[in-house]
């Protein structure tokens, strides 16, 4: 008796099954890892969004103007992603205001894959992300000193300009008793405001109707309303000088914390009548009404002195040591913007968010 059996030769099978596992791998590669290095570009690629378009909005809010704003964002998006380009122009629905606005951007990059292109997927993939940005006041009820300063005089510090740095020591007097000195306030001035009247008319009519407890507030709770400055300068009304004693303790209250006061341009503040009231003038000639304020100080307090105090902190000579004030701080900066409800959160000195 004689058995015969045959024999399959299966290698033909086994090599199909083979290559599908390896598609199948190569395709659970591409789509983990490629997957990650897309989704790490992504990420990359989203902040050097977010950093393009709050670059933008800060230029704008610094007065910089478009090309300037164009010029940050394109600077602050390849800082983070080297390959990165604008994919859109910008594009800013209300212009590039100081007083406030948006701008969105729109920057993409390439990210090349590993297992891709075994199944048939290109090589490099464009990721593209955008970003919206705001800009503006830092909202209303900011910490304000209605105590305003002088542009280049009542000071050691050259307010706006000049060689101003984070943290230098300033010293700020208010002097109402010095005759012929073009550096002193006219009589009762004191330097304070009456922020309620913000934006009034050069010639409009000044109440004084402020009481010590709305100026007690706004340093210690904020203003209430908008303060915003451009187009400067905005005209405010002169506040009563009975409150500076009061005003000593409140703002000595705030020793260590930001104050924002308003800095005003003495060459374009005005009498009653609207007509102007420069500080050679002051000397009988003419009484200033209304100040001309073109931004803010941002100060950190320290101290304010009054009497032989005043005199030897301020080294301000005195007829009167009564009729002398002196504030130590800390520059910390000036907002020429100044402040709006609705503003971003408040970087300091000018206020940028991201929107979206």
């Not at 010590?212 to 915003?228: E, N």
């Not at 930001?258 to 007509?275: E, K, M």
């Amino acid at each position: 008796m004689r058995v015969s059996g045959r024999f399959h030769d299966e290698s033909g099978a086994a090599t199909v099954v083979v290559g599908v596992v390896i598609v199948v791998l190569v395709g659970m590669l591409a789509l983990t890892i490629d997957s990650g290095l897309l989704w790490t570009k992504y990420r990359a690629i989203r902040t050097a969004n977010d950093a393009a378009a709050l670059a933008a909005a800060l230029s704008c809010a610094q007065g910089e103007g478009l090309a300037a704003a164009d010029a940050k964002a394109d600077e602050l998006a390849v800082s983070n992603v080297g390959d990165a380009v604008a994919i859109d122009p910008a594009v800013y629905p209300e212009g590039c205001e100081p007083e406030g606005g948006k701008v969105t951007v729109r920057y993409g990059g390439n990210q090349a894959l590993m297992f891709g292109p075994a199944i048939g997927v290109s090589s490099p993939r464009p990721v593209v992300a955008s970003t919206t940005a705001i800009w503006g006041g830092a909202g209303a009820a900011m910490q304000v000193a209605p105590l305003m300063l002088s542009a280049h005089r009542l000071s050691t510090c050259g307010i706006p300009d000049g060689e101003l740095y984070d943290g230098k020591q300033c010293f700020f007097w208010w002097d109402n008793g010095t005759p012929n000195d073009t550096t002193a306030l006219t009589n009762a001035e004191w330097g304070l405001m009456d922020l309620t009247t913000w934006g009034i008319a050069s010639n409009g009519a000044c109440t004084g109707t402020v009481s010590q407890s709305d100026v007690g507030t706004w340093i210690s709770q904020g203003f209430p309303g908008s303060l915003v400055v451009p187009p400067a300068p905005k005209y405010v009304c002169r506040g009563s000088g009975f409150q500076g004693n009061a005003l000593n303790n409140d703002v000595n209250a705030m020793e260590g914390d930001l104050l924002y006061f308003p800095v005003n341009d003495q060459n374009q503040q005005v009498d009653r009548d609207g007509l102007l009231c420069r500080p050679e003038l002051l000397d009988g000639q003419c009484t200033v009404d209304k100040y001309a304020i073109v931004g803010f100080a941002v100060l950190e307090i320290v101290h304010i002195w009054t009497g032989m105090d005043a005199q030897e902190r301020c080294q301000h000579p005195a007829d009167n040591n009564g009729s002398l004030r002196c504030l130590e701080a800390l520059w910390r900066g000036f907002d020429p913007v100044g402040f709006t409800a609705g503003g971003g959160a408040n970087f300091g000195v000018v206020a940028v968010g991201i929107e979206s």
